[in-house]
C-alpha cells in the first residue's frame, strides 16, 4: 500500500517537470524548426555581416529546399555568383571559373600547391546544414533560452561558438585553426507554431598557421514561401549528381 502510494505521489510530481520541460523556450524553437522541416518546401534569405563589411562570408545566399528532395543555393561574394545543388550526399557547385563541377570534382587536388577554393566550396557544402537543422542545433548550443515579446534568444556556450566561428563540426578531422574567446548569442522568430527567423552572433579570436585573426560576424536568417517554393535545375547539374 505504501509502495503504490509512492509510487503515485512520484507520478504527481513528474507530470509537472516534463510540462515545463515540453513547453521551454528551448523546446519551443526545437518544435518549430521540426515544423518548418515536415512542410513540402521553403526558401530563405541569408544576410552575413561583419564590422566595416566584406571578408570572405560577406555577401547574401537564397537558398531552396524541398522535402526529402533537392536543395539549391545561390551565393553572391561581390561580383562573383556561386551556385549549387544537394541532394542527399551528392552535390555539385558552379563556379565562375570551372561551371558546374559534382564536390569530389571540386575538391580535388588541383597540383598548384595554394589555396584551392574549390575544395574549400566543396567542404562548406558537405557540412551544409537547412535551416531547421542548424536551428535546432543552435537552441541546443545555447546554454539558456529565454522568451519575449520579440522572441526567444539566449547566449551560445563556448564550445557552440567555436564550432560557429571555424565552421567545422565536431570530429572534422584534420588541423584546423585554434579559437579563443570565443562566444556568441542568438535569437529565434517564431509565428503559428513555424519557425521565420533566427539570427546568430560570434566574436572570437580565430588562429591558423600562427596568424591570429579578431571575428565579428552576425548571420540572419529569413525563412519564406512555405509550401510555395519552386526548384528547377540545370541539366549540366544534374549530370553532376
Do not use: C
Not at 557547385?93 to 574549400?120: C, M, V, Y
Request: charged share 25%.
Amino acid at each position: 500500500m505504501k509502495r503504490n502510494l509512492l509510487s503515485s505521489l512520484l507520478t504527481l510530481l513528474a507530470v509537472p517537470l516534463l510540462a515545463a520541460e515540453a513547453t521551454s523556450p528551448k523546446a519551443e524553437v526545437k518544435n518549430a524548426a521540426a515544423a518548418l522541416g515536415a512542410q513540402t518546401n521553403y526558401s530563405w534569405h541569408t544576410i552575413v555581416e561583419t564590422p566595416g563589411g566584406g571578408g570572405r562570408f560577406g555577401g547574401p545566399t537564397d537558398g531552396k529546399t524541398e522535402k526529402g528532395g533537392y536543395t539549391t543555393l545561390t551565393i553572391t561574394r561581390g561580383d562573383n555568383t556561386i551556385e549549387a545543388v544537394l541532394k542527399g550526399t551528392n552535390g555539385a557547385i558552379k563556379t565562375p571559373d570551372n561551371g558546374w563541377q559534382s564536390l569530389a570534382e571540386a575538391a580535388k587536388d588541383d597540383g598548384g600547391g595554394g589555396p584551392n577554393p574549390g575544395r574549400f566550396l566543396a567542404r562548406m557544402m558537405q557540412n551544409f546544414k537547412a535551416p531547421e537543422v542548424q536551428a535546432a542545433d543552435l537552441a541546443g548550443q545555447a546554454k539558456d533560452l529565454k522568451k519575449d515579446t520579440n522572441g526567444i534568444s539566449g547566449d551560445l556556450t563556448e564550445d557552440g561558438a567555436k564550432v560557429l566561428l571555424t565552421f567545422r563540426p565536431r570530429g572534422g578531422g584534420g588541423e584546423g585553426p585554434s579559437v579563443s574567446n570565443a562566444k556568441g548569442s542568438v535569437k529565434f522568430w517564431l509565428a503559428d507554431g513555424k519557425l521565420v527567423k533566427y539570427q546568430f552572433r560570434v566574436q572570437g579570436t580565430v588562429s591558423f598557421n600562427g596568424n591570429d585573426r579578431d571575428v565579428d560576424r552576425t548571420t540572419t536568417v529569413e525563412i519564406k514561401d512555405v509550401n510555395t517554393t519552386k526548384i528547377t535545375l540545370p541539366d549540366e547539374a544534374q549530370k553532376k549528381l
